[in-house]
């Protein structure tokens, strides 16, 4: 069965350095999303993206986060000078425009 | 705005004993509503669904009704098993806001069944 793919699993980094976290959705999906979920938290919606643009965006998704597809396979969440508050796992889902979405495993984004 | 209450965890059953959590929802609109599992060290899985008032979601012996009366989506299963040991999130499709359907998610809910 077709697996929504995220990697890294763990990722440590130091304030203020930039992030990258990737997916591999499945291969005829054409909705991404990313979510987020701070320990003990809800999952929070970030941010949509349909046809290479962001379709919508919450308030936490703020100018130090960006997305793009940049080789039309490959979906990234790019964070540019993390914060401490930036620690969460961090969820790509993937669809194909009806109602239902395709998580993957999460990425753990540790931020000392 | 549109939201989703759980109860809190977690809940320790014994194996094959009754289980419910309780969900309900806030939102304006007929919004779909999801129970989604997350299994230790995996991802998100759709447990099953409701796009309805009054519809039945059921998949693998868990069943939730679409109350809109009540706005509740409880998840139940007649007799749980070890391996139903996991994270329970509730969701609501935020509808109509726009083609995207993001997914508004309870805090979850940690399921532990002790054999």
């Known amino acids: 069965e077709p697996e929504v793919t995220q990697t890294p699993s763990h990722q440590v980094t130091q304030m203020g350095q930039e992030v990258i976290l990737r997916c591999v959705p499945i291969s005829n999906h054409l909705y991404f999303y990313w979510y987020r979920q701070i320990l003990g938290q809800k999952v929070e919606f970030l941010v949509s993206f349909y046809n290479n643009e962001i379709s919508e965006k919450s308030e936490i998704f703020d100018d130090q986060f960006s997305v793009e597809r940049p080789d039309g396979s490959n979906f990234t969440l790019k964070i540019r000078s993390t914060k401490l508050e930036d620690s969460a796992m961090y969820f790509c889902a993937t669809g194909t425009g009806s109602k239902l979405q395709y998580f993957g495993p999460g990425t753990r984004l540790t931020v000392t | 705005g549109n939201s989703v209450t759980q109860m809190e965890g977690p809940v320790t059953l014994s194996e094959e004993a009754f289980l419910t959590i309780n969900c309900t929802y806030t939102?304006?609109?007929?919004?779909?509503l999801f129970w989604y599992v997350q299994y230790p060290g995996e991802g998100l899985q759709l447990l099953l669904k409701?796009?309805?008032?009054?519809d039945k979601g059921s998949n693998k012996g868990f069943e939730a009704t679409y109350r809109k009366e009540t706005t509740s989506f409880h998840l139940e299963k007649g007799s749980v098993q070890v391996s139903d040991s996991a994270v329970y999130f509730c969701a609501l499709s935020d509808l109509p806001g726009g083609a995207t359907n993001k997914l508004i998610f309870g805090t979850g809910t940690l399921l532990a069944v002790q054999p």
């Open positions: 939102a304006t609109g007929y919004p779909s």
């Open positions: 409701a796009t309805k008032a009054d």
